[in-house]
């Protein structure tokens, strides 16, 4: 599988997610969201560079519960809620916005 | 000593948690040991276990700060300790002797932890459950 953004290829694994995360783009993002069947808002473009933010500072992807939790802290507890990030990403936040964010799968995600 | 089995209510759930001892003995690098612990860690932390992570031998240097993995081509995965707390996993345990073998001190790590005599370490283990070492 593989995503087209600004007439570049961008190569994914079988379930879409980056193989490497530093081909990551806003182009991509977008193209990946489309895939996804997601309108990107600018609540949805939070969540995303939340992640990317995460992500550069762990080096891994985190868990649901770990998510919410951090968004809570740092936007707020409304956004840091199950239903606020599943409304956002129907398929489940960790892995749809982490997808859309170039990141790997969420470790223990299945 | 044990604690009688605790029960979760938080969730709902009515599982008993046991208290889990990672130990950690190998060098970050090299092998792929390190690396495949703290994701185990990572996942049982879903299942809201009492985790308890023990750096000890050359596991000690998995928890040295400033490492540079660009050279060996490999993820820098130093950081991600620094996520444990996000998880809920706080109970970090280093060996003294095995710092002070390797010239190493509790500044020189990345995370806080509990610097322990082998004595207190062995009491510990005897405190555990379930224990897996790497």
């Known amino acids: 599988m593989a995503y087209q953004a600004n007439g570049k290829t961008v190569e994914t694994d079988e379930e879409g997610y980056l193989v490497n995360i530093n081909e990551w783009s806003e182009e991509v993002a977008g193209e990946i969201a489309k895939a996804e069947q997601i309108a990107m808002s600018p609540e949805h473009w939070e969540v995303v560079n939340f992640l990317r933010e995460y992500y550069s500072e762990y080096q891994i992807a985190p868990a649901i519960r770990v998510l919410t939790k951090a968004i809570s802290k740092k936007l707020g507890a409304e956004k840091g809620s199950n239903k606020y990030l599943y409304e956002l990403f129907p398929y489940g936040p960790a892995k749809q916005a982490c997808k859309i964010a170039g990141l790997p799968k969420p470790t223990g995600c299945v | ?134």
């Open chain 2, 1 to 134: 000593m044990m604690d009688e089995d605790r029960t979760d209510e938080a969730e709902g759930g009515s599982g008993i948690v046991k208290k889990f001892m990672y130990v950690n003995r190998k060098a970050p690098y090299g092998t792929v040991y390190a690396l495949e612990v703290l994701e185990m860690v990572l996942i049982s932390a879903a299942f809201d276990q009492d985790v308890h992570l023990v750096f000890t031998d050359d596991g000690v240097f998995e928890l040295k700060k400033g490492m540079e993995t660009a050279g060996i081509g490999m993820k820098n995965f130093s950081n991600t300790y620094r996520a444990l707390e996000g998880y809920d996993i706080e109970k970090l345990y280093v060996d003294q002797e095995s710092l002070d073998e390797r010239g190493l001190a509790e500044a020189d790590l990345i995370v806080p932890v509990t610097v322990l005599s082998r004595a207190e370490m062995a009491k510990l283990m005897g405190e555990m459950d379930v224990i897996l070492s790497a």
